[in-house]
């Protein structure tokens, strides 16, 4: 069975810092990529930052670029998000998922509050 259970999330503060993690199970993880979506109320989901199979290339979206870290660890089935600075305007729910080639899979999202 297919699983990606993310946690981590919670309350954090303007230009504060917390890491959300997602395991993996029931795939060969180290086969797939690896990304952090995002989505805000009454907002559009939206790529956060991948991460290719080996952790060797990453991508992030402009508006996280610097603040945001991606990062995969394939002997734990799992990756991680490292938010730092994060902005008032950046409370959402957080998705992992995992993608190879025609096979996609998602977690359930884990909340991240911003607030002073």
């Known amino acids: 069975q297919v699983q990606l259970v993310e946690s981590g999330g919670g309350s954090v503060q303007p230009g504060g810092s917390l890491r959300l993690s997602c395991a993996a199970s029931g795939f060969p993880f180290s086969n797939y990529s690896m990304s952090w979506y995002r989505q805000a109320p009454g907002k559009e989901r939206e790529v956060v930052a991948q991460i290719s199979t080996t952790g060797i290339i990453t991508n992030y979206a402009d508006s996280v670029q610097d603040r945001f870290t991606i990062s995969r660890d394939n002997a734990k089935n799992t990756v991680y998000l490292q938010l730092n600075s994060p902005k008032p305007d950046e409370p959402a729910v957080y998705y992992c998922?995992?993608?190879?080639?025609?096979?996609?899979?998602w977690g359930q999202g884990t909340l991240v509050t911003v607030s002073s």
């Open positions: 998922t995992a993608s190879w080639r025609h096979r996609e899979y």
